[in-house]
């Protein structure tokens, strides 16, 4: 046992030495490339090391850490634009963090010695009530957008974890409470400003509507560096309900029969969660109205799926969706504690099907590791009212999105999990994933993130970055020979 831990120890101390202390390749030159560009933000380097350790352990996911070269925390687009024009003049990889949510890691890039633009420092927001917008700087944190907009009564809709990115997240979708009425956050990016490839500061991409075109779902796969979105928000009430259902494992297929036969027809002022999580299954409800409306629209739904325990509650938006997360905070903490691996299924109009249910039901109980599987609805929702290539988000029709997050404490439980996930995907899921939950292991990426709509994505990538500036595992490439077009989507 002793000499067990005593190699663990060894081992971290090697890493950390040789990570904090070895020099980069060209780490010189771009030093005095930066310093000549008068970058007004703080640039913390690995010999800076306690400012350096809290930008590592800002990501959230600590199950891949790359060690960059450098951490830049710019003040404006110029020094994004500086940061950018020395990787360009160095040919050096960068890459944009904003809220460190990759669950892969992606924002400090897929090797060591990436430049990370680090955007927590670009966190304004300028609400317009009379247009309905906000320009949101991409730094926001989700809880600082929600909160800000709460001052308005406005909301708009995104993910429900207050830690999330703005800059991660709504190029890459935003799915979340408020999708059925208000669509998800990508299809309400109005514009951007984005710094380019070139070293060109965008300040309105709209008058390029092929890069807008590409940020509306993959704006986070390397067309640039967003610094901030401009957003379309809504009014909403002042007091909005939730409802909150709770259920035995047992019960898991009435949940099921009830979802697929009522999902789609539930008022869209209504958007749903369901969270299991070891032995307890809790459904969620947003509701845009008063808790007597909610109730009477979500009866029927409690008729057929039987829970043990029904509640209601009042409250403004903020409050209701910060308190799910608090009330929720022991399983969140546990589904998102430090390693974990993600995997996300469409799931099509039919809903999962009675086998589909069995085989992950067994699964669930027999694995080994811990394992939280949430199911969003989608269905009958204004998210499913766009056309599958009107921006580069190509997941429409489906009934909800289904994930599982597993906290890793061995390399088995991945084995099992990459062995149940393909299984259970070829048999009775859709062939698509959602692009937010990265997955570094998943095989035909580019088909399942994008669909028919890849190859556009590749076009507009060799327009605006031919030489690949902005590149990881899983960015968008400047050329393909992978179509796919034949993919059947609707099975
Ligand atoms: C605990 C947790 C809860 C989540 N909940 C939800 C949810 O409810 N709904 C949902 O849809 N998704 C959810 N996600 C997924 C989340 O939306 C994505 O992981 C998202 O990409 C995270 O954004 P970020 O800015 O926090 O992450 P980062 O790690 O900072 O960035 C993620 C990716 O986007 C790129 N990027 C970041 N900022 C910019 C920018 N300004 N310009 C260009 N590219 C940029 C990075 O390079 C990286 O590749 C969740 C993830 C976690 C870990
Ligand atoms: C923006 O960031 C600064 C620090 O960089 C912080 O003090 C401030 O509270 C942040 N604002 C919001 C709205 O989060
Ligand atoms: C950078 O690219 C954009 C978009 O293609 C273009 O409009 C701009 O002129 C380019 N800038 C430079 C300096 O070449
Ligand atoms: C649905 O929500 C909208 C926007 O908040 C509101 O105007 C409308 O009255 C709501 N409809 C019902 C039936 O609650
Ligand atoms: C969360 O983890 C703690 C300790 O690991 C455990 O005691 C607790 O039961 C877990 N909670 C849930 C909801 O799984
Ligand atoms: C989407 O496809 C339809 C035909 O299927 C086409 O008419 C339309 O122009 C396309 N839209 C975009 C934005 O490419
Ligand atoms: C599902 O698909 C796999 C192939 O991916 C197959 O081997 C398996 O038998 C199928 N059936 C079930 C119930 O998993
Ligand atoms: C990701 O890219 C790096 C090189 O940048 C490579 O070493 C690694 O194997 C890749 N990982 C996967 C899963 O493809
Ligand atoms: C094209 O396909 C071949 C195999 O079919 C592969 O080896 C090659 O790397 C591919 N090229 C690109 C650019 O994807
Ligand atoms: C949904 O998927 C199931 C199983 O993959 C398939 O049998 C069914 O035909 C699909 N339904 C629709 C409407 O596409």
């Known amino acids: 046992m002793f000499s067990y831990l005593y190699i663990i120890y060894f081992f971290i101390i090697t890493i950390h030495a040789s990570s904090y202390f070895s020099k980069c390749p060209e780490e010189d030159s771009l030093r005095e490339c930066l310093d000549q560009y008068h970058i007004k933000g703080l640039i913390n380097f690995r010999d800076n090391v306690m400012a350096y350790n809290n930008d590592i352990n800002f990501e959230f996911n600590k199950r891949i850490i790359h060690f960059p070269v450098a951490f830049v925390h710019p003040i404006d687009e110029i020094d994004v634009q500086s940061a950018v024009k020395c990787a360009i003049k160095l040919n050096f990889p960068i890459t944009a963090r904003s809220g460190g949510h990759s669950p892969e890691g992606y924002g400090l890039g897929d090797k060591d010695c990436y430049l990370v633009v680090d955007l927590r420092t670009l966190n304004k927001t300028t609400v317009s009530i009379t247009s309905q917008t906000a320009i949101v700087g991409t730094g926001n944190t989700l809880g600082s957008l929600y909160k800000e907009l709460q001052q308005y009564i406005f909301a708009f809709p995104a993910g429900d974890s207050p830690s999330v990115g703005v800059g991660g997240h709504m190029p890459g979708g935003g799915i979340g409470f ?17 710094v380019l490839a070139n070293g060109t500061v965008v300040y309105n991409s709209k008058k390029y509507p092929e890069l807008l075109w590409a940020i509306r779902g993959a704006g ?20 909005i309900s939730s409802v909150q259902l709770e259920y035995d494992f047992d019960h898991i297929p009435s949940i099921f029969s009830a979802i697929n036969q009522l999902g789609s027809n539930l008022h869209q002022n209504l958007t749903f969660t369901i969270d299991f999580v070891a032995s307890q299954t809790v459904v969620r409800g947003i509701y845009l109205g008063s808790a007597s409306e909610l109730q009477s629209c979500i009866q029927e739904f409690i008729k057929l799926s039987r829970p043990k325990r029904v509640s209601y509650i009042e409250n403004d938006f903020y409050n209701l969706i910060i308190n799910n997360q608090e009330k929720n905070d022991n399983s969140k903490r546990n589904k998102t504690s430090e390693v974990f691996k993600l995997k996300s299924f469409f799931i099509n109009s039919s809903g999962l099907s009675y086998e589909g249910i069995k085989y992950w039901m067994r699964f669930a109980k027999s ?36 994930e599982l997050v597993v906290t890793l404490q061995s390399e088995i439980c991945i084995q099992e999990l990459e062995i149940f996930s393909k299984n259970f995907q070829q048999n009775y899921t859709n062939f698509e994933s959602y692009q937010n939950y990265v997955d570094r292991n998943l095989d035909n990426w580019q088909c399942r993130y994008y669909g028919k709509n890849f190859e556009k994505l590749v076009e507009i990538k060799q327009k605006y970055d031919p030489y690949n500036l902005f590149h990881w595992n899983q960015s968008i490439p400047t050329n393909t020979n992978i179509s796919c077009n034949d993919i059947d989507t609707t099975g």
């Open 220 to 239: 986070n796969a390397g067309y640039g560096i967003i610094t901030s979105l401009t957003i379309k928000i809504y009014p909403i009430q002042k007091i």
């Open 367 to 402: 694995f080994k590791c811990p394992i939280t599987t949430s199911i969003v609805l989608l269905g009958g929702g204004r998210v499913n009212e766009i056309r599958r290539n009107e921006t580069a988000f190509v997941h429409r029709g489906f009934l909800y999105l289904l």
């Open 178 to 194: 408020l999708n059925r009425k208000f669509g998800i956050s990508s299809d309400n990016i109005l514009d951007a400003q984005i």
